[in-house]
């Protein structure tokens, strides 16, 4: 039985029929247990669709263009689950390269990596929770004026302020993509200090 190679640049099938080449569903998938006949461009997709995503620009990332869930006067919602991903994704690149002896382009993906789990883990302490949304669209409220619910976000559009909490699920997952990329951030950390005392000794 012959079986069809999707086309990520291509081929997606979305809520609202999108046909854009950037989608942060795709960099969820780059990031899930891999082969290397099933590995996808992690670094290359967000290299060719960040910027449209709006990866590095503020925290989180939109889930693709024209997304109308919670559509702000600033455009579309960001998730903060990017940041997460974004780590896990460029330290798998760090440890394919570390282990392939490319030292330096495993170095630059490792910096990216921490880049983007150092934001995570920032949204989390101000916070006080790994939230769905993050960001310009949303503020915290007073814990003090919300009985019960200290950690609702107030959506504020310019004309009228909406309630918005957070679902559990995401915080559930939110939560478990940073504890993922802190252990893999870990593992590259001793591959890197591992290779750099071998290259000592061996100069040594």
């Not at 899930?32 to 925290?59: C, M, S, W």
């Not at 263009?65 to 006067?73: A, F, T």
């Not at 495993?106 to 989390?124: D, F, M, P, R, V």
Request: proline residues 5%.
């Amino acid at each position: 039985m012959k079986f069809v190679r999707e086309d990520i640049n291509t081929d997606y099938t979305t809520p609202n029929g999108h046909k854009d080449g950037a989608d942060l569903a795709m960099l969820v998938s780059m990031i899930l247990p891999e082969t290397q006949r099933t590995a996808l461009p992690f670094a290359t997709y967000v290299e060719e669709n960040g910027t449209k995503l709006g990866i590095g620009a503020l925290p989180g990332a939109k889930r693709y263009i024209g997304d109308s869930y919670k559509l702000g006067e600033q455009g579309e919602a960001r998730w903060f689950m990017a940041d997460p991903i974004c780590a896990i994704g460029f330290l798998k690149e760090a440890k394919r390269e570390f282990i392939n002896g490319n030292s330096e382009k495993a170095k630059q993906y490792q910096q990216k990596a921490n880049a983007c789990l150092n934001e995570a883990l920032e949204i989390s302490r101000q916070y006080g929770h790994d939230p769905e949304l993050f960001p310009e669209l949303f503020i915290q409220r007073n814990p003090n004026n919300v009985k019960g619910q200290p950690h609702i976000l107030e959506r504020n559009d310019g004309t009228k302020t909406v309630a918005l909490e957070p679902l559990e699920r995401s915080l559930i997952w939110n939560s478990a993509l940073v504890m993922a990329a802190a252990t893999l951030a870990d593992s590259v950390a001793k591959i890197s200090r591992d290779t750099s005392q071998f290259g000592s000794a061996k100069a040594a």
